[in-house]
């Protein structure tokens, strides 16, 4: 057989392979779409790190997307304080099917209303407004409403949340996240503000079932000069802080 038939074969081979994969790629990231808010729960419980951003271009956040899904984080959360901010998410949702899309900076039910029916798969915000809770539960949609003291960490789980978004962490550290789960042993606390990857695996070790980054997880710049692979690189960072922190808690609980 000639070196030139051996080549030929050799593409064909990989041609097919290819296909093959992008076929179980498109069925596996094709279901998404149809995730039921305990599905959606559940995979955020898993990923544990749930960055949020602020773009006004669709292609942005379409980049951002592709980055964290090659990088082991599937979930962005789009925030709506920018005035783009809707069709962005609405465009992500179409386009980004391999992504678990949701909404933040939810003030309200009508936006909250917006962003469902644009295709949010989870809501959240920095405050907890009972209404935005209850409509979550009416369209099946996860939601994690913000809170800070125990009074009001354990009046949204109440309500229903599937997370409590603490926040800001910043100023209270994760000894203050250790004090909530001490006391509140069965609420799911999601760390944010002051969430970075020399405090990530603080945050996790205390007992943070996720944690939530902006710029820290992903910096501006590296969006606009499309910078991939150092968007990747510090999602992965985040993902191994999470990795080692649910290990070592693992561990002192063992002991305790």
């Known amino acids: 057989m000639s070196e030139m038939q051996i080549a ?39 990923v544990g790190v749930v960055p949020t951003l602020r773009l006004r271009s669709a292609e942005d956040a379409l980049f951002v997307a592709e980055a964290l899904a090659e990088a082991g984080v599937p979930i962005v959360e789009i925030s709506m304080a920018e005035r783009e901010a809707l069709e962005v998410l609405s465009r992500l949702t179409r386009h980004a099917p391999g992504t678990i ?51 009001e960490v354990m009046s949204a789980w109440i309500a229903g949340a599937d997370f409590v978004r603490v926040t800001p962490c910043d ?20 760390a ?19 944690l939530t980054a902006g710029d820290e997880l992903v910096p501006p710049e590296a969006v606009w000069l499309r910078q991939s692979r150092r968007i990747q690189e510090m999602a992965r960072r985040f993902l191994n802080s999470v990795g080692s922190g649910r290990e070592g808690g693992q561990t002192n609980t063992l002991h305790a």
Do not use: W
């Open 192 to 210: 944010a503000g002051g969430v970075n990857q020399m405090t990530a695996l603080s945050f996790i070790k205390a007992g943070a079932t996720a």
């Open 8 to 46: 030929i074969g050799n593409r064909g081979i990989r041609n097919r392979t290819q296909v093959i994969e992008g076929a179980a790629f498109a069925t596996q990231h094709s279901t998404l779409a149809g995730l039921t808010r305990k599905e959606v729960s559940a995979r955020i419980e898993e």
């Open 101 to 151: 899309v949701g909404a933040g900076n939810i003030l309200n039910t009508d936006t909250a209303r917006r962003c469902v029916d644009a295709g949010a798969k989870f809501l959240t915000s920095d405050i907890f407004i009972p209404q935005v809770v209850e409509l979550a539960a009416r369209e099946n949609v996860a939601v994690i409403p913000g809170a800070m003291t125990p009074t």
């Open 171 to 190: 100023g209270t550290g994760h000894a203050y996240i250790r004090s909530l789960k001490i006391a509140l042993p069965e609420v799911h606390l999601v």
